[in-house]
């Protein structure tokens, strides 16, 4: 198993960087998150997504559509786009500590 | 251990096994049942009876074993031409030891067959173009899969996507509402800049019905967008179905027979509601090789044709460039080194490599344009076909795989890749994110859009008053 170590703690990833379980998240993953997609800084409205994300993946076991990440934020999409510039299913997901989603992605 | 709770032979029917199995993370539990898990020797012996011809069985039996299939294939390049990555040594000592012991096989067997399967082959047809015999190993793989799949040696992804299709008949979980809607949505959020865009909903009759990848609405939805702008510029009287919108099939790529059918059953319904005067699909490969080139068979069509004409996205957009419903502005054109992916499912198995070159004439200006080499049906598999983006338990597999088409883009000195086909738009994207070789990818939709001349009375109202 993969593991990436960052400001002195150790998560176990996935075979595409994906975090292994949620109770691993943490800040440091989502600065370690923030640093390789090359986000400067979050504001508020990237919490509310990462917070978002998982309440539904807590719920739901598996991410969200974008349509329903759009409903419950307000955001638009290109408004998403400019807070995950790799995108809602990779980016987002992998900062908020979902398993990477399953499917052509 | 006869069979697993979560590794079995049963297909994913129902929303309660699909939450079953997408709990167990990575498949860690998948795979340890797999370790144990029975072959029904009884079974096989069946379905072998049943399925297995005197194609496969001829092509495995005049095997000469010349090896010229082995510079054919990516993975035996990749892995500086390791004699166990040879096609034919690949299938003899899989499919061919199944029929050899008449089905006889053990567990070990099968995990090697699946290994071979689906990390070490993906199914791109390449070597089957070189073989003096015309022997197709990738049709043999395919086929291999199917057996695998009725045994319950299927990668753990893999088995999920067969359970979305027969849940949702979709590879994701997007109910025909969720489809609706996001259509709705998108519409909704294009109106400032494109007024009057509309995505028509179950309309009879349209010269057009559009059928995408269950990505787009689920994690792309701009693609869906992208698409209605583009038949709004060219006019085109169009329509999406409510269901059967699901072009895909991860069904094909699991092996699961059954759901190949039946998903592909679910779009043949839609085009005989709607009686469309043709298909069109998106910028995906498999979904035209899953649909239209191989789909009319495993429905039962005599003629192995689609209800009416269904066509790839490349061959609308090169007849909307040459018939001028969509004009290109010339100080718009691609100016930067730029090469093309031919999709192994559609190029290869489809023919389709001359629209893309047609299509290429009018966007890149003239001298910007550089050919792969190989390239056209001979060209490599992008190097995460066949299911292999999606398998977590061969991504290093792929990776080493992924250097022939890293090397075939270096050697063009392109910066920018343009792939028509989701698979492949994947792999390239994760060949930069792996080995960092400054190169850009992008589908066909966004870079019309962005070169297109818009007519007036497209543009927004406040455009037109300024």
């Given amino acids: ?105 | 251990m006869p069979e697993g709770i979560l590794c079995n032979r049963t297909p994913i029917n129902t929303k309660e096994q699909l939450d079953a199995v997408l709990a167990d993370k990575g498949g860690k539990q998948y795979y340890q049942e797999m370790e144990h898990l029975d072959v029904d020797v009884e079974k096989l012996q069946k379905t072998l009876q049943d399925t297995c011809k005197s194609r496969i069985r001829t092509w495995l039996e005049m095997c000469a074993h010349c090896g010229l299939c082995a510079d054919s294939c990516f993975f035996y390049l990749a892995n500086k031409k390791d004699p166990t990555q040879v096609p034919s040594y690949k299938i003899i000592t899989t499919l061919g030891k199944i029929i050899e012991k008449n089905g006889n096989v053990d567990t070990a067997h099968m995990i090697k067959c699946m290994d071979t399967a689906w990390g070490k082959c993906t199914c791109c047809n390449r070597c089957g173009s070189f073989c003096p015999y015309g022997i197709d190993m990738g049709v043999m793989f395919s086929y291999l899969r199917g057996l695998c799949f009725s045994q319950g040696f299927v990668p753990w992804e893999m088995k999920i996507g067969s359970g979305m299709h027969r849940v949702f008949r979709a590879q994701m979980d997007v109910t025909p509402e969720d489809w609706v809607e996001t259509c709705e949505w998108m519409v909704e959020e294009q109106q400032d800049e494109w007024p009057g865009l509309e995505i028509p909903v179950d309309k009879e009759g349209a010269d057009i019905l559009y059928t995408v990848n269950a990505r787009e609405p689920k994690h792309y939805p701009e693609d869906i967008a992208e698409a209605a702008i583009l038949f709004h510029i060219a006019g085109e009287n169009w329509t999406v179905p409510s269901i059967g919108w699901e072009q895909t099939s991860l069904t094909m790529f699991a092996g699961d027979w059954e759901g190949c059918k039946m998903q592909v059953q679910t779009v043949f319904d839609a085009i005989e509601r709607l009686k469309p005067k043709r298909v069109l699909g998106t910028e995906c490969g498999h979904a035209h090789r899953g649909t239209v080139v191989e789909g009319p068979y495993w429905v039962g069509r005599e003629d192995g044709r689609p209800p009416v004409p269904y066509i790839h996205y490349v061959e609308w957009l090169a007849e909307a460039l040459r018939t001028g419903k969509i004009k290109i502005d010339p100080d718009k054109r691609i100016k930067v080194p730029v090469t093309l992916q031919d999709s192994c499912n559609y190029v290869r198995n489809h023919g389709l490599k001359d629209v893309t070159r047609e299509i290429m004439s009018y966007i890149v200006e003239p001298g910007y344009f550089i050919e792969m080499y190989p390239n056209k049906e001979y060209n490599f598999c992008c190097g995460g076909g066949g299911g292999l983006n999606g398998i977590g338990r061969y991504r290093q597999w792929r990776n080493t795989g992924m250097k022939v088409k890293r090397d075939q883009i270096i050697a063009t000195g392109a910066k920018l890749v343009i792939a028509p086909c989701h698979n492949c738009w994947d792999a390239i994207r994760d060949l930069e994110e792996v080995y960092e070789i400054g190169i850009k990818w992008s589908f066909l939709k966004p870079l019309i859009i962005k070169m297109a001349i818009i007519p007036d009375h497209l543009k927004p109202q406040e455009e037109e008053e300024e």
Avoid at chain 1, 41 to 52: A, C, G, R, S
Avoid at chain 1, 53 to 74: C, E, F, H, W
């Fill in chain 1, 1 to 105: 198993m993969a593991t990436v170590e960052y400001k002195g703690k150790t998560f176990q990833v996935d075979e595409d960087g994906f975090l292994e379980n949620l109770d691993q998240w943490c800040q440091e993953w989502v600065d370690y998150v923030k640093e390789s997609e090359g986000i400067k800084e979050l504001n508020d409205d990237h919490w509310k997504v990462i917070n978002m994300l998982q309440d539904y993946y807590k719920k739901n076991g598996i991410a969200p559509m974008v349509r329903i990440l759009s409903k419950v934020t307000g955001f638009k999409l290109k408004y998403i786009y400019e807070l995950f510039p790799s995108g809602p299913g990779k980016g987002a997901c992998k900062m908020a500590g979902l398993a990477k989603p399953t499917g052509c992605v």
